[in-house]
């Protein structure tokens, strides 16, 4: 692959350790990178019809010139994809492509072919290889590293699933080029969550920087990429299967943001990145509210993503709902321990901790007082 050393980051995880290559026009030169990295004279791309339409061409039209046939594998686009029907559909035409343990299948798309063709790569033929080639900033800055696949069930969002690694991620920036503003946006909710967990001088980079990434600067796009990558792998390294709690520091804002998706339906009128936004705002509230963080610095969080056009609190992610339907929701949280919910909670800008001692009747008032 074709970029510089300052755009590898590795993820150290011994035998399964695994390079995140980013720099833009990777896709235009990927077959020949995946043919020579797989071994294989034809690969099986999984994608959805968006994807399909504008970024597949980049594979297709260079397949031949590396010598790869290529076989892709069409989707609908959404969250809906993520379910039982579209994962026997997806395995169905592997088995059918004669797909074997040595294959790596290429997941060509957003979190929800990422996470789909991950866990389909999972459990096929009891483990394939697989390759991230994420095309939303939210997937390449966050769900096409670590190896968390899943789909969703009746009972929830991603409760089925498995840890599987890929065998590399390639990231190209410039498929950001295609991506609609709001999915751009909701992406960079994601980033913004690396300096607020443990990285103040990134959240203070974001400040300076966001607004360029969002107006599509790839010097900008790319180095947020890279900056996300880097603190990805080294808490994934540290805790891959979120055992020690290292891990968990990644889903800051999920739990309040969680509640608010649980809402409005895990529908279009609240991206994920949008609710993860509104989240960790209220996650900053409160730990002001419990006064351990400055309200200054719970202020300057919510001033930041209100900034970047994303919902910095329940009113603005269009949830008026009270607290004790919104705490229900959490209950059905994966982090669930014993009957109580650990949260992570903020000593400051990049000070997240996990706080075990969460009374949730505290944060369903909480709830009832803030906008
Ligand atoms: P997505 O995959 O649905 O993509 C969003 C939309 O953008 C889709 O309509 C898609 O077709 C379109 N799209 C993708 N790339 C495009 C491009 N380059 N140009 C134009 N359109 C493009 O959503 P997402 O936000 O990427 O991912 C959300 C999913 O990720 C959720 O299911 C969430 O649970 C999961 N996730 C997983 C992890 C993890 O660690 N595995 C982490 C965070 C989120
Ligand atoms: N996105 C949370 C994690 O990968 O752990």
């Not at 290559?21 to 043919?35: H, Q, R």
């Not at 039209?61 to 039982?84: D, Q």
């Not at 096929?124 to 968390?148: E, H, M, N, Y």
């Amino acid at each position: 692959m074709n970029a510089g050393a300052n755009n590898r980051v590795t993820v150290a995880l011994g035998a399964r350790s695994y390079a995140i290559a980013i720099a833009d026009g990777l896709l235009d030169t990927a077959m020949d990178s995946l043919a020579d990295y797989a071994g294989r004279d034809r690969m099986i791309v999984v994608t959805d019809e968006n994807v399909a339409k504008l970024q597949l061409p980049r594979l297709t039209e260079t397949a031949g010139a590396a010598g790869v046939t290529l076989h892709p594998i069409i989707l609908p686009p959404g969250e809906a994809t993520k379910n039982w029907i579209q994962l026997e559909t997806l395995t169905d035409q592997l088995l059918a492509l004669g797909v074997e343990r040595g294959d790596h299948i290429v997941a060509l798309g957003g979190g929800v072919i990422g996470d789909l063709t991950g866990f389909a790569a999972a459990i096929v033929k009891r483990g394939c290889g697989f390759v991230q080639i994420p095309t939303t900033l939210l997937a390449q800055v966050d769900s096409s590293v670590g190896g968390k696949t899943a789909i969703n069930s009746r009972a929830g969002k991603n409760l089925i699933g498995a840890f599987h690694q890929p065998g590399f991620v390639l990231i190209d920036p410039s498929v950001l080029d295609t991506l609609p503003p709001r999915e751009l946006r909701a992406g960079y909710a994601e980033v913004v969550k690396y300096g607020l967990i443990d990285d103040a001088d990134f959240f203070a980079w974001c400040e300076a920087h966001g607004a360029d990434l969002l107006a599509g600067d790839r010097a900008a796009q790319t180095e947020a990429i890279r900056r996300s990558v880097t603190a990805k792998a080294r808490i994934v390294a540290e805790d891959e299967t979120e055992r020690s709690g290292r891990r968990a520091l990644l889903n800051l804002g999920h739990t309040f943001g969680h509640a608010l998706e649980a809402e409005t339906g895990f529908s279009d009128a609240l991206l994920h990145g949008e609710a993860v936004a509104a989240g960790i705002c209220l996650a900053f509230a409160y730990s002001a509210r419990r006064d351990l963080c400055s309200a200054a610095d719970a202020e300057r969080v919510a001033a930041h993503f209100s900034d970047a056009g994303l919902p910095n609190g329940l009113a603005a992610a269009g949830v008026q709902t009270d607290g004790a339907t919104l705490t229900a929701h959490m209950m059905h949280d994966k982090k669930m321990e014993g009957g109580t919910l650990p949260f992570l909670l903020a000593r400051g800008i990049g000070e997240t901790f996990l706080a075990r001692d969460v009374d949730l009747s505290d944060v369903a008032a909480f709830l009832d007082e803030v906008d």
